[in-house]
Structure formats: C-alpha cells, structure tokens
C-alpha cells in the first residue's frame, strides 16, 4: 500500500489547475490605429514598394493590429454570414481569399509587427513573445515524408501555416500514410493553449475542408480560429 490518496489536496491541486486559463493576453494600449497601420506600411514596403492597405486588406489590416495589441476592439467576420462580430483575442486567425491577394504577407508581416511593442502573452503559466514562424503545408508534408516526424508543429505554442488545402492529402513515411495536416489541426484543436494562423485559398466553411480533414478539424478551424477573407486582384499580376 502506498500514501493514502489525498483527496481535499488533489482535488485543490486539480481545481487550480483548471482556474489558470490556458491563454492571457496583455492589452497593449492606448496606441494610436494611424500611426500602427503606418508602422505596418513601413515594414510592408521594405519588402515592397508598391506595398498598400486598401479596401480590399483594410479589415484585416486593422483587426489583426488590434488582436495584437489585446485590444477588446477587435472584430473579425462571421464565416457563415460574413457579418462583422466581435472578434477573439485567445483565438488565433484564418484568412481566406484567391491566389495573389496578399493572406501571406499578411501573417508575416504581423509577426513582424508585434517585434515593435515586443508584445507578450501568458500561455499556461509561460509568458512568451506572441510571435510565429510561418510554415507551408506543403513542405510540412515534405519534412514528415523524409523524417516522419511533424510533432514539432503539433506542440508550437504558436504558428502559421501557409497554403492550407493546397498540399498533397496524404504523406507516406516507411510504410506509413497519414494526412498530415489533418494529424496536426485536430491536435492542435484540442489543446486551448495554442495558437494557430492560417491562410488558405478556401472559405474556413467550404466542404473541401471538411473532405480533406474531416468534421472533427473542420469544426475546430472555427473555435481555433478568427476569420478573415481579403478580397481583390492577384497583387503579383499588378506589379
Ligand atoms: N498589401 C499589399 N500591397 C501590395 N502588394 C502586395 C501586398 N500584399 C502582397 N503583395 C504582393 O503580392 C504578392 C502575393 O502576396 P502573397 O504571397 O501574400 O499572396 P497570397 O494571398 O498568399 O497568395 P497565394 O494564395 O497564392 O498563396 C507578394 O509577392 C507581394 O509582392
Ligand atoms: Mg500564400
């Protein structure tokens, strides 16, 4: 026989950990919205001149520096309805629109953008820069075919992807055939101290999601993440 079971501190130990949120963020305020959507400019413009905000980017432009921020002002878009809602800040982001319109550098630059206020967050009992590196699926699906191995984008505490639904469905390792990225949503999906961002050429609703990953990513897209669409013509054909 071993210790007897503590009950009373267990259960103290159990109901602590539950009451720490899995995400905290910091608000980051007051700033001024002009002067952060001309820092956003600057740093789109040292990798392209022509860089602009428009209409079409605008809305996502001004969304994702305010969940930066931690700003409650937040508002993102209803993926169903495409209304304007109240966005998120524990969530993370998905951004959907046609080739060209600029979702990538949209996640990049943002990340660069939180380098400015060195902006934090507390994820469990870690406060960790709210930073990420952006990865493609596709070359996701590479690395897991030479290595078989993609835990690492399983327990990132945050990170982008690029090009969702636009990688081969399936990645075969000694043997092994697994949907890769279908494997690391639905984990990601089930852990709320994680962050994911995303860009796709597909609508976070459309059934070709739904067909690639399944109901179980499908409906975790829509808790995991804010949504976003950006419009307009293919911004590398306007060079
Ligand atoms: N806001 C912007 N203003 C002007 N040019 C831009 C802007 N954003 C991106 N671009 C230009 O458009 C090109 C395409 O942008 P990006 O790679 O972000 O598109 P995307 O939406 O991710 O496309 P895909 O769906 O093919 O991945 C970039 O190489 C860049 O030159
Ligand atoms: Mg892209």
Redesign the pocket.
């Known amino acids: 026989m071993g210790e007897p079971v503590k009950i009373a501190e267990t259960m103290e130990r159990i109901s602590k950990e539950w009451l720490i949120p899995p995400i905290r963020r910091f608000a980051y305020l007051p700033y001024s919205l002009k002067s952060a959507l001309q820092a956003v400019i600057e740093i ?1 413009r040292l990798r ?1 001149p ?4 428009d209409d079409d ?1 605008i809305f996502t432009y001004v969304n994702m520096i305010r969940w930066v921020h931690g700003d409650e002002e937040m508002q993102c878009l209803n993926p169903i309805t495409k209304e304007v809602v109240r966005g998120r800040l524990n969530a993370g982001i998905y951004i959907a ?1 046609n ?8 996640l990049e630059i943002m990340s660069e953008y939180t380098k400015i206020d060195n902006v934090k967050l507390a994820m469990l009992d870690t406060i960790r820069p709210l930073r990420w590196n952006n990865y493609r699926t596709d070359s996701i699906c590479d690395e897991y075919t030479e290595s078989g191995n993609i835990n690492k984008y399983k327990e990132m505490g945050i990170v982008g992807f ?2 969702l639904g636009s990688e081969q469905q399936e990645a075969l390792y000694m043997g092994n055939r697994v949907n890769v990225m279908r494997k690391i949503l639905e984990h990601r999906g089930d852990f709320p101290n994680k962050i994911t961002l995303i ?1 796709s ?1 597909l609508p976070i609703t459309h059934p070709k999601l739904t067909e690639a990953y399944g109901e179980r990513v499908s409906s975790r897209l829509l808790e995991m993440c804010n949504y976003f669409e ?1 419009k307009g013509k293919d ?2 054909k306007l ?1």
Do not use: E, L, M
């Open positions: 789109g392209n022509k860089f602009v905000i980017n629109g080739t060209g319109t600029g979702k990538s550098w949209a690029q090009d860009t050429n950006i911004r590398r060079k």
